[in-house]
Nanobody, 116 residues
Framework: QVQLVESGGGSVQPGGSLRLSCDAS????????MRWYRQSSAGKASEWVA?????????NYAESVKGRFTVSRDNTRQTVFLQMNDLNPEDTAVYYC????????WGQGTQVTVSS
């Protein structure tokens, strides 16, 4: 079955950086686009952050993160990454990776806290 496991979250000061990882299994990883979402607090709608195509040649970003975040993938390791630079408090959220194969699948999320 499809499994997604995020890691790499933590607490950083404004201007800092973090690199999130999402380890995937249970599907043909290279065939599918992968997405990152975030949810800033319980009850709020999730916000789409970034997308990367199956081959890794196409990436898309939300305006709020463009120029600061970079999504990448290693198909040999079945892992997708989110490099986050110049973090600010508005980036505080639980970050989830997502794939749609026969339906949407989500990881458990990893908490990112940006605070001075």
């Amino acid at each position: 079955q499809v499994q997604l496991v995020e890691s790499g979250g933590g607490s950083v000061q404004p201007g800092g950086s973090l690199r999130l990882s999402c380890d995937a299994s249970g599907f043909t990883f290279s065939r599918y686009a992968m997405r990152w979402y975030r949810q800033s607090s319980a009850g709020k709608a999730s916000e789409w952050v970034a997308r990367i195509s199956g081959g890794g040649d196409t990436t898309n970003y939300a305006e709020s993160v463009k120029g600061r975040f970079t999504v990448s993938r290693d198909n040999t390791r079945q892992t997708v990454f989110l490099q986050m630079n110049d973090l600010n408090p508005e980036d505080t959220a639980v970050y989830y990776c997502n794939v749609y194969t026969d339906k949407d699948y989500w990881g458990q999320g990893t908490q990112v806290t940006v605070s001075s």
